[in-house]
């Protein structure tokens, strides 16, 4: 179960960044993916409706490819988001 | 296929897809209308946006401010494009500035053909989804 976590395993480990202006980017770059991934995990809590400390469950939530099967049920295959999305831009 | 590129992506490699925040934004809009319009129910709807999101978690994002929003606006009349696909545009370019230095290449994901014929009249690599073939795709994003 994920508790709100953040994830640095697509980070490089510091130890392997001598460059001191490096060095201060990876802690910069390090700082946003902080702040993007808190601010999505109180979104997803907002979304889901979870109350207090209940912790965000990401397994909980169906995979993309269970939730394009459930929607195939009530919007046509060939409706696709991307058509509705530049049909919402063009209006 | 432009699932089977974003689901290949995200499962190996999702620090390499870059969004813009904007765009998480329009996606959620338009399946709101699609519930607000009861074509699909409630629960369907925030499942679909919590897995929206929880994908974009692990992806790069490309931050604007107010700074990007004033460059892009040259691009609206240059390409006749709209709004969100000018920032997007602008985006991507210095994206692609900064990755050069570091003999990196972008490429930008797109099924809007005017976006995607402005992308490579500045000089992007482009890929539409729904156009290539998954060995063309994997042999692009390889570069």
Known sequence: MERNTISTKNFPH????TDPLMLKAYAEALKQKHKWEASINELVREVLGLKGDKPLDPATVPSAEEIRK??????PENEKLSDLLTAMREE | MANYLLDALLSSAPERVVISPLILCETIFVLSREHNSGRIPVDL????TARLLLEARAMNQQSIDNETIL????????????ASDALFLHQA????????????????????????RAAEDKGLLTLNPEETTP???EALLRT
Not at chain 2, 71 to 82: A, D, K, V, W
Not at chain 2, 99 to 113: F, H, I, N, P, W
């Open chain 1, 14 to 17: 510091p130890k392997h960044i």
């Open chain 1, 70 to 75: 459930e929607m195939n049920r009530y919007i």
């Open chain 2, 45 to 48: 709807f925030q499942k679909a």
């Open chain 2, 135 to 137: 060995p063309d795709a």
């Open chain 2, 71 to 82: 460059h892009s606006i040259p691009l609206i009349s240059r390409y006749n494009l709209n």
């Open chain 2, 93 to 116: 370019l210095n994206l692609h500035e900064l990755l050069k230095t570091m003999e990196q290449y972008l490429v930008l994901v797109a099924s809007d053909r005017r976006l995607l």
